[in-house]
């Protein structure tokens, strides 16, 4: 084992994943949940797959304050300290903020890697070897890097990176980061050999984020400049006062698109952002039909290329029905063609006005 | 109050509904629901409707044993004598054929109706009085009387009665008794005017229903003549050993379209067999999109012409869908395009099949 005390971890956990509703719930939201029935929810399988590279107590866990409860009991031997409670939801640039800020107090020579709570990881060994490098070329080199994933298909609910220059081994420099692209610009990207999906994994030292933030995010960074509690009892009550007022932002359009000493480690160790259920559909079982019915009992008629999901003993008959999501939880159903998975975010918000809080 | 001690009524309540599934289920059959939330379950309307036509204690339920135990609750003011146990299912020809024999032994003047419990009547005040008018008529000829609805739309989910010659009153000949038609022959059915839904409700004295069946169905026929103990205790062994022998087969097949005494009283009473969604839904309000939601908590984007019925507090999130059945109860949930709702039983079938019993 390497020394590795200097290496940490922030594993972002406060989402609602809307998206995934109705199996992600406000209350439990679907990094808590044990997806694929193995035991173990998304966020104790990205713990467990980080803990032989970084020491378990430089685990830091970012989440909103109303989940403390549920992740002491699915991570117990993280000590309260380890859990920082956001105040209020404002997207990754502040909470990513916060966390260097806080773990620079901790250690002026500190590591960080920030990664998802929701995505899946298929080969965790090569998994392990690709974070380790990115570790040491953050530990040699002045950079804020990402990681970039071999595209395996035209896929439309993912953001781009665009590849520049070569550094060393499998670290380019970033070109450009793209938004979501239609299914065609999607085949371009994935045709010219320069495009890897942005899977909002990053490496850098405390030193360089910080820096890149009074840079790129002023405002921002000032919020955080301006607390001087970090890591003692008075941090929480400080963050209290501060957190509110920073602007909702994420860490790409705050910081990554701006800096200019950003790279990407281009990967491919079977990955997947769970934030959707197409990419739970591309990820599941399908029959001839290309139904992926999550091994529930449904029987589909005339019917291809939906996805069914339900919770509990439950019998689905169904007819008809072609790119479908169907997910049935308890007191909710959600029927929407696959390719509106990303309006199901609005319609779920209008259930909430419609209906009140208690189905979302 | 005219003298009525002669009239009876027959109220068939043994099916299982599986073309209402999930919402009707084996154990606990449409008719025994309160579809409407009135508080009264289809069959207890059923009984509420002709009780001050027919004496109560002439009222007599034509069931499947394993619904005694539904019936003594939800009508705990009839007597057990009133409630017949078919051993078996065979169809309503031998179940109304033991009726008749059964209500001739009590009463050698008997006039019977027969009625289905699992219709909806709107205008019960004008039903009333053209049940009254087919006792009448039954008295006062030997007929075999049928009620044919006067039809709103061309309806496909229906039989129709071709009307003849003009009788008395409301009462014609029939001419033909058809099969479900197209939605282009239904059209027709509409402009000549001749033809009415086939409500499967029958008039008829105890005795011409018994000549009928001798002279149609005389297999039918002859395994209740050779029962003798029909109103004592010895009743029930006798059918018993006795109904399973019979062929399974409808009063329409077996007697109506070969009677040649059978006439049709032409109504319209705001009538509708709840045999269907199709049915429900064209009973049902509906918003500016067609869609009818039963009261559920249902948010429908781009659909229309939908009927959603969820049992208990649950929100429906659904878009893209046109035309379709969707309902979920407790441990099952079916969605199927409205034109294939003659299919369900089929579908429900297989399920059964592929899933057990449990959830049929």
Same mark, same amino acid.
């Given at each position: 084992?390497?020394?590795?005390?200097?290496?940490?971890?922030?594993?972002?956990?406060?989402?609602? #994943?809307?998206?995934?509703?109705?199996?992600?719930?406000?209350?439990?939201?679907?990094? !808590?949940?044990?997806?694929?029935?193995?035991?173990?929810?998304?966020?104790?399988?990205?713990?467990? *797959?980080?803990?032989?590279?970084?020491?378990?107590?430089?685990?830091?866990?970012?989440?909103?304050?109303?989940?403390?409860?549920?992740?002491?009991?699915?991570?117990?031997?993280?000590?309260?300290?380890?859990?920082?409670?956001?105040?209020?939801?404002?997207?990754?640039?502040? +909470?990513?903020?916060?966390?260097?800020?806080?773990?620079?107090?901790?250690?002026?020579?500190?590591?960080?890697?920030?990664?998802?709570?929701?995505?899946?990881?298929?080969?965790?060994?090569?998994?392990?070897? +690709?974070?380790?490098?990115?570790?040491?070329?953050?530990?040699?080199?002045?950079?804020?890097?990402?990681? #970039?994933?071999?595209?395996?298909?035209?896929?439309?609910?993912?953001?781009?990176?665009?590849?520049?220059?070569?550094?060393?081994?499998?670290?380019?420099?970033?070109?450009?980061?793209?938004?979501?692209?239609?299914?065609?610009?999607?085949?371009?990207?994935?045709?010219?050999?320069?495009? !890897?999906?942005?899977?909002?994994? !990053? !490496?850098?030292?405390?030193?360089?984020?910080?820096?890149?933030? *009074?840079?790129?995010?002023?405002? &921002?960074?000032?919020?955080?400049?301006?607390?001087?509690?970090?890591?003692?009892?008075?941090?929480?009550?400080?963050?209290?006062?501060?957190?509110?007022?920073? *602007?909702?932002?994420?860490?790409?359009?705050?910081?990554?698109?701006?800096?200019?000493?950003?790279?990407?480690?281009?990967?491919?160790?079977?990955?997947?952002?769970?934030?959707?259920? #197409?990419?739970?559909?591309?990820?599941?079982?399908?029959?001839?039909? #290309?139904?992926?019915?999550?091994? +529930?009992?449904?029987?589909?008629?005339?019917?291809?290329?939906? &996805?069914?999901?339900?919770?509990?003993?439950?019998?689905?008959?169904?007819?008809?029905?072609?790119?479908?999501?169907?997910?049935?939880?308890?007191?909710?159903?959600?029927?929407?063609?696959?390719?509106?998975?990303?309006?199901? *975010? &609005?319609?779920?918000?209008?259930?909430?006005?419609?209906?009140?809080?208690?189905?979302?």
């Amino acid at each position: 084992m390497n020394d590795n005390k200097n290496r940490y971890c922030v594993i972002m956990c406060g989402g609602v #994943g809307s998206r995934f509703w109705p199996y992600s719930r406000t209350a439990l939201p679907k990094q !808590f949940i044990d997806f694929f029935g193995t035991g173990r929810s998304l966020l104790q399988m990205a713990v467990d *797959r980080i803990k032989g590279i970084v020491p378990e107590e430089n685990i830091i866990l970012m989440t909103n304050a109303q989940y403390a409860g549920i992740i002491a009991q699915q991570l117990p031997q993280l000590r309260p300290e380890q859990i920082l409670l956001e105040p209020a939801r404002r997207g990754t640039a502040p +909470c990513i903020a916060w966390s260097a800020w806080h773990i620079k107090a901790l250690n002026p020579d500190a590591k960080i890697m920030v990664a998802p709570s929701d995505h899946l990881i298929l080969k965790t060994d090569e998994y392990g070897e +690709c974070v380790t490098r990115a570790f040491e070329f953050v530990e040699d080199n002045d950079v804020l890097a990402t990681m #970039g994933i071999k595209p395996n298909r035209p896929e439309t609910g993912y953001g781009y990176i665009q590849v520049g220059d070569h550094l060393h081994g499998d670290f380019m420099k970033v070109k450009t980061f793209t938004e979501k692209p239609s299914e065609e610009l999607a085949r371009v990207f994935i045709d010219t050999g320069e495009f !890897f999906w942005n899977s909002g994994m !990053f !490496f850098w030292s405390a030193d360089a984020i910080i820096r890149a933030m *009074r840079d790129t995010a002023p405002d &921002i960074a000032a919020i955080f400049d301006g607390i001087s509690d970090y890591g003692t009892a008075a941090e929480a009550e400080a963050i209290a006062g501060a957190y509110p007022r920073c *602007r909702n932002i994420s860490i790409d359009y705050a910081v990554m698109e701006k800096a200019p000493n950003v790279c990407v480690e281009c990967v491919d160790f079977g990955w997947s952002d769970l934030g959707t259920w #197409g990419s739970l559909y591309d990820n599941s079982e399908k029959n001839d039909q #290309g139904n992926a019915t999550q091994g +529930c009992k449904a029987l589909l008629f005339n019917s291809s290329n939906n &996805i069914v999901s339900v919770k509990g003993d439950k019998v689905v008959v169904a007819s008809g029905l072609n790119d479908y999501i169907v997910a049935d939880v308890d007191d909710a159903l959600l029927i929407v063609p696959r390719n509106e998975e990303q309006k199901i *975010r &609005i319609y779920v918000n209008e259930a909430k006005t419609k209906f009140g809080d208690k189905y979302i």
